[in-house]
């Protein structure tokens, strides 16, 4: 960063092989805020290469779960020592305030002191054979060379879903963060070492996914591919690791529904206006799991909309760092011109627009990426902002009079990713949550999740599911060991 080396390969710092770099853009103002080494192609396959023969070599996967629990645990501490550091590189890189920053930096944590207590206390499966001198055993072992690839919305926390349980399992693994956003992922690699991760367990390129994704996905040397992204980037890394047959794990879209029924009543008005707002808008709209499409109860509709569009329009946007901001810009001019397409599109497919729509006026955020909280009303399924994934802060609202036309809408996506229901009805709540096709899903409440549960989508959402133990078991492989401690001929054969 800014001169020193970023590319990690094979336990060393270098600059790319081809001296390529690229400028790291603050979202808030449009200013250069570091300058990367950008790794090429030869430098992805060099970072394969170096995970590959400390795979094979075996000291690393060697290593008992204790020890590698331990190790886990001093990154976390590292963690919280360099907490404020880390926020701080994450806001100046995405935008999001400095608050979501340090939630973030705490979740980061969570996970590393989750996997080390789960692989600590993992044990082998007795399997009854039947046969009293047979010991039969289902053990773990590490599935072996990853690629981790992430997105730019949680850049350091949606890395440490991949690396902690890839670390405790005892892999070895090639870390690829977005073009956009690699700074935290960066210095995280740094605290890695310095908690005594080996030399070539963890290689870190970045640079563009265009450039380094045939590379690091196309390569024999590879056991596994995680992945979280957009669904035709993962379509693609999916065509391409089926040449090798090599296992991955998808975390994709989402175009995520937030259903409001009008028993909610004076009760629950003010908390369903509030996380249906939240739950949009927060980061902006970047959030995978963000409850872009509202389906409200007809009878309540014109209130609920009113009440969330004057809650909106006070939403205090602003540079992340300023801890007067509630939400900061988008991620990028490129970005940007996304979701205004989006919003023009959904203007010319009839939508009403209730607000927003339009940059904010305030001269001070002319600079940066910056784009007013969006609401489109008297929205149809059939629409393109209702079913594409628009990433930024627009909310659609679909209304519905039954549960079941309810349930149909919630479930009219190609995604299923999460959603969220909000009912003073438990029965009606019950019902509905189970009925909704999607991997998360919020009863009175939203965007909540804990590293002990697994977190991943149904439908085009992806496949696989990280976070709980079965985003361990993804970075392992299950083999069964048949130990005949009294051994005798098998007989079949008379001859
Ligand atoms: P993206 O464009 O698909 O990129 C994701 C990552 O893949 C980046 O590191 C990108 O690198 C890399 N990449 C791009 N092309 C590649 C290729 N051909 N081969 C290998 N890697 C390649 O997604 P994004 O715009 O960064 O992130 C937003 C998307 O992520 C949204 O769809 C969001 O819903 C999804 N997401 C899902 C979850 C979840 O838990 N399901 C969580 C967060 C985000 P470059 O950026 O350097 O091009």
Redo the contacts with the bound molecule.
């Keep these: 960063m800014n001169g020193e080396p970023d590319l990690l390969i094979g336990g060393t710092w270098r600059h790319a092989s081809d001296g390529g770099t690229r400028d790291i853009i603050n979202p808030a103002d449009g200013s250069v805020a570091a300058v990367v080494d950008e790794a090429s192609p030869d430098d992805a396959r060099a970072a394969v290469a170096a995970a590959r023969a400390c795979f094979d070599d075996g000291s690393w996967r060697a290593t008992p779960a204790g020890e590698r629990a331990a190790l886990l645990h001093r990154v976390a501490d590292l963690l919280q020592r360099d907490k404020e550091s880390l926020s701080r590189l994450e806001t100046r890189d995405t935008g999001k305030t400095l608050a979501e920053s340090r939630i973030d930096i705490d979740d980061v944590t969570s996970v590393f002191r989750y996997y080390a207590h789960l692989i600590g206390a993992e044990s082998d499966r007795l399997v009854d054979v039947g046969a009293p001198a047979v010991v039969s055993r289902v053990v773990r072992e590490p599935i072996g060379v990853c690629v981790l ?6 850049p350091l926390l ?1 890395m440490s879903w991949k690396v902690a349980p890839a670390l405790a399992a005892g892999c070895t693994m090639v870390c ?5 956003t690699p700074l935290s992922t960066i210095a995280f690699t740094h605290l890695l070492q310095e908690a005594g991760v080996p030399a070539s367990v963890v290689n870190l390129v ?5 450039a ?3 590379a ?2 196309d390569n024999p040397d590879v056991d596994f591919i995680s ?8 379509r ?2 999916a065509r ?1 690791a089926a040449e090798h047959v090599t296992k991955v794990a998808l ?4 175009k995520n529904p937030h259903i409001v029924f009008a028993d909610i009543g004076s009760d629950g008005w003010d908390s369903a206006v509030d996380h249906v707002l939240t739950g949009v808008f927060l980061h902006s709209g ?4 963000a409850g872009t499409r509202l389906i409200v109860e007809q009878s309540i509709a014109d209130e609920f909309v009113a009440d969330l569009a004057a809650r909106a329009e006070k939403i205090r946007i602003g540079d992340g760092m300023d801890p007067a901001s509630e939400t900061g810009p988008l991620v990028s001019a490129d ?1 940007r011109d996304k979701v205004e397409n989006y919003v023009a599109l959904g203007v010319s497919e009839g939508a009403t627009l209730v607000t927003g729509g339009a940059r904010p006026s305030d001269p001070a955020l002319a600079d940066g990426y910056f784009y007013l909280p969006t609401i489109f009303d008297h929205c149809e399924r059939t629409m393109r902002i209702v079913q594409e ?1 628009t ?1 930024g802060p627009i909310l659609t609202v679909e209304r519905f009079t039954t549960e079941s036309e309810a349930i149909g809408l919630g479930n009219d996506t190609q995604y299923g ?1 999460a959603a969220g229901v909000r009912t003073s009805d438990s029965a009606r709540g019950e019902r509905v949550v189970r009925q909704l096709r999607h991997g998360t899903v919020w009863l009175n409440d939203f965007g909540y999740y804990t590293a002990a549960a697994e ?3 149904f439908g085009r ?2 496949n696989g599911r ?1 976070l709980g133990p079965t985003g361990l078991a993804e970075y392992q492989e299950l083999k069964h060991i048949w130990h005949n401690t009294a051994p005798a001929p098998a007989g079949w054969f008379k001859g």
């Design positions: 690839i992430a997105p730019w919305n949680y949606q690829k963060p977005s073009e956009v970045q640079g563009s996914g265009a380094l994704g045939q690091l996905t992945f979280t992204g957009g669904l035709a980037t993962g693609t890394i391409t975390e994709l879209g989402g970047q959030v995978c799991s970005h994934e990433f990713l977190w991943g989508g959402s992806g990280e």
